[in-house]
């Protein structure tokens, strides 16, 4: 058929760059999607026995299907949409993988899964794999911004649907669609992708990044079958932003300055197992905590003035379970101030939610909403019962070098998974891009089959 897609629309252009092969990846941008592969593994394998994990992982082994894909905890092989589906819900079970503030969401763990599953059922190189990857997050960070904060803040999950879309767009490039082909892909994306915020605190929440990448393996294969949607269904009057709470988009050009600059470059890495809108605040009290060596007993209370838009997020007041306690900036904090890893997934359990020493300092914390702070920020004071005034500003936009993020990783992986997995799992990426399919995705296979051991 004839495409009627407009040249410049949203869509079209998010097509466009998920199957130009002429398109040009910076070390740099290459470098940072290892990091991010490395670091969703490591966080996937990790979270392939929480019960969310457990529960998709029997919904998909009932069904069985054709062998196409590796799965986490699953010793055989299953159809590369279901695959996407349980290692997308895997990866972000523990909510404890990367985040992007372009949008506010997690795009590895809504792309990573589509771009396995598609490329190994493809039998695609681990170049065209990390490429994919890289174009799909790219994507879901471009199209993200530009649906921007109203989308967001009508209670979208921007990991769901900005997510899908990447998805969508990495599963495209690695199936070899034309544009016309993609833009359908896309549009059919628009009308599959779906998550609501108010889900956080529940299984539902990671699900969300299951399901997007679930939706663009669907999506992309659909649409390589001849499947027909509309191809501006992301901006057409009547689509997916008017329809959404993004109006006309936030950005005038969400693609511009592509290839040369790679967006996704400033996605943040998680070091405190919990929502990502409380680690401003949770570095900004630890910093405090270890300079001016408080204790919980020091602590009179605490203000966190924070981006208004993390009040319906992350401001549980009472949490009573350990997955609510990842979303409660208040508890959070107070772990902090008394001395609790939180970088440990065993500190965020039920019964701290009941520990009456952690409730009484949450209690203590009073959470400001300040428009001049922005997403990535948090201004922290701390009265202590001396008299004493302490603040410290913490913003994580500040960039961090490379050898930096990479060391924190490596330890963040060997907490997880143990320092000999952890350093066998960081030399399967670092050569990523140069293993063929015949020596990739056994070892994939093996990863993954063993998760749930």
Known sequence: MTSNMPATGITALAASIAVDRALRFPAAALDVARLSVYDCLAVAIAGAREPVSVAVRELVSGEGGTAQASAIGLPARIPARAAAMLNGTAAHALDYDDTHFDFVGHPTVAVLPAALAVAEQRQASGKDLL???????????????WLGRPHYNAGFHQTATSGAFGATAAAARLLDLDAERAAHALGLAATRASGLKCQFGTMAKPFHAGMAASTGVESATLAALGFVARPDAIECAGGFATTHGAGQGCLDNPFDGLPEAFRFVDVQYKFHACCHGTHPALEALHGLREQHRLTAGDVEHVTLAIAPQWLPVCCIAQPATGLEAKFSLALTGAMVLAGVDTASLASFSDACCQDPSLTDLAR????????????TACHATVLTRSGATLSRHVDLSTPAPYDTKATKLKAKAGALLGQASAEALWTFVAALDTLPAAALYPRLHDWFADAAA
């Open 364 to 375: 203590r914390i009073e959470i400001r909403p300040d428009p001049a702070i922005t997403d």
């Open 131 to 145: 490429e994919a990857f890289l174009t799909g997050v790219e994507v879901t960070c471009r199209v993200g911004g």
